[in-house]
């Protein structure tokens, strides 16, 4: 079974800076692409970013270009989301997940919630 | 970034019902899409890929059709556990693109 476990999540404030972690079980983390996504409370869902097998590729939405880093440890099994500069909009339950290439993102976590405030 | 919309943005149906929602891409996509349901406080759940690819473990109830910028998913005969939030999503190319969702809720 599939399995990704988010952590990492809490307050901080405008300015600061955030790292979630994924941990994958159940299939062959090496062998397929991960994705983070997020939903604002009471949202709509946004794609964040993604990375590749070894790490050769990153994309990213616009709005968080610049300040957020996707990475991964194949040897972990694990994905991670470096966030800093973070804003009152980046507010929001961050979803890691699984990116078969050539399809959509199949499977999620259960989300780890970021709130950014003073 | 491709927009992605849907309509209706909500809909009231009854257990038993035919749902039909529908998404529009602002540029073709091929059929580099998929839809998913949400249920309050879950993640959501992928149903359908490559516009009808049906995911594995999803009821046959679910089906989805279209290509190049317009695509449907329809609910045959609506079920209880059917009464969530729906979106579809674009992976055609970067920044993936979510449509802002339809609610199903009861009638």
């Known amino acids: 079974e599939v399995q990704l476990v988010e952590s990492g999540g809490g307050l901080v404030q405008p300015g600061g800076s955030l790292r979630l972690s994924c941990a994958a079980s159940?299939?062959?983390?090496?062998?397929?692409?991960m994705s983070w996504a997020r939903q604002a409370p009471g949202k709509g869902l946004e794609w964040v970013a993604n990375?590749?097998?070894?790490?050769?590729?990153?994309n990213y939405v616009d709005s968080v270009k610049g300040r957020f880093t996707i990475s991964r440890d194949n040897a972990k099994n694990s994905v991670y989301l470096q966030m800093n500069s973070l804003r009152v909009e980046d507010t929001a339950v961050y979803y890691c997940?699984?990116?078969?290439?050539?399809?959509?993102?199949?499977?999620w976590g259960q989300g780890t919630l970021v709130t950014v405030s003073s | 970034a491709i927009q992605m919309t849907q309509s209706p943005s909500s809909l009231s149906a009854s257990v038993g019902d035919r749902v039909t929602i529908t998404c529009r891409a602002s540029?073709?996509?091929?059929?580099?899409l998929g839809w998913y349901q949400q249920k309050p406080g879950k993640a959501p759940k992928l149903l359908i890929y490559?516009?009808?690819s049906l995911q594995s473990g999803v009821p046959s109830r679910f089906s989805g059709s279209g290509s190049a910028t317009d695509f449907t998913l329809t609910i045959t005969s609506l079920q209880p556990e059917d009464f969530a939030t729906y979106y579809c999503?674009?992976?055609?190319?970067?920044?993936?693109?979510f449509g802002p969702g339809t609610k199903v809720d009861i009638k």
């Open positions: 540029q073709v996509i091929r059929n580099d």
């Open positions: 490559s516009a009808s």
């Open positions: 997940v699984r990116d078969p290439s050539g399809q959509p993102p199949d499977h």
């Open positions: 990375i590749n097998l070894d790490e050769t590729e990153e």
């Open positions: 159940g299939f062959t983390f090496s062998s397929y692409w």
């Open positions: 999503l674009q992976d055609y190319n970067y920044p993936f693109t």
